[in-house]
């Protein structure tokens, strides 16, 4: 049973540049929740997607954006990249909850972005 | 506001000690809490998740508690092991929310 995969691994973008990066949800699991996070800190929640919709957002500019697409997988990308947009992006995957809530979540291995 | 706080940031011990890593929040009405591992430049490894109707959770030398009335979680490592290395993170769902909210974490050191 595969669990949660990301690609890349790792990617290089200079400052002003666009980024998609992926996610395969762990077999079974509808839901995709992505977080970032930055050197030495915790991850921050950005958006999680459910029925290809984006369905709870976190504190960050409209330049994230994302997609989820019929078979669960999905893509976050990142516009007009800044140094600070430098962090770990991580995917998680879960089997929605009923009502407002998020059940156990399971995560990927992350993609590093480095923007310089 | 739901806010994690994990203490201490940083833990230095020697094998085989027991030790106890600890997670406060500031609101009660959590839906579960869950336990993580993360290696260096690595993903979350899942440790332990625990409902917010339950107590506490086991898993091999793993124990984690939960008391919502206090704000408190804690994470029990028995009989410490070198491997035990890593940062241990500490996340939780509010209710009526689709987010994890994550602590800063604490980073472990386990001397051989």
């Known amino acids: 049973d595969a669990g949660v995969t990301q690609s890349p691994t790792h990617l290089i973008k200079t400052r002003g540049q666009q980024v998609t990066l992926r996610c395969s949800p762990k077999?079974?699991?509808?839901?995709v929740s992505w977080y970032q996070q930055a050197l030495g800190q915790g991850p921050q929640f950005i958006f999680q997607?459910?029925?290809?919709?984006?369905?709870q957002r976190g504190n960050f500019p409209d330049r994230f954006s994302g997609h989820q697409f019929p078979n669960y997988s999905s893509e976050l990308n990142v516009n007009a990249l800044l140094l600070g947009d430098s962090a770990l992006y991580l995917c998680?995957?879960?089997?929605?909850?009923?009502?407002?809530?998020?059940?156990?979540?399971?995560f990927g291995p992350g993609t590093r972005l480095t923007v310089t | 506001k739901q806010e994690v706080t994990q203490i201490p940031a940083a833990l230095s011990v020697p094998e085989g000690e027991n030790l106890v890593l600890n997670c406060s929040f500031t609101?009660?009405?959590?839906?579960?809490l869950q336990w993580f591992r993360q290696d260096p430049g690595k993903g979350l490894t899942s440790l332990l998740l625990?409902?917010?109707?339950?107590r506490e959770q086991t898993s091999g030398r793993l124990n984690a508690s939960l008391d919502k009335s206090s704000g408190r979680s804690t994470l029990y490592i028995a009989a410490s092991q070198p491997g035990d290395s890593a940062t241990y993170l500490c996340?939780?769902?509010?209710?009526?929310?689709?987010?994890?909210?994550f602590g800063t974490g604490t980073r472990l050191k386990v001397l051989a």
């Open positions: 998680a995957s879960s089997l929605a909850a009923s009502g407002r809530a998020v059940n156990e979540q399971y």
């Open positions: 077999s079974g699991h509808d839901t």
């Open positions: 997607y459910y029925e290809e919709e984006e369905r």
């Open positions: 609101d009660s009405a959590i839906y579960n």
């Open positions: 625990i409902q917010s109707s339950q």
């Open positions: 996340a939780l769902a509010t209710s009526g929310t689709y987010k994890y909210i």
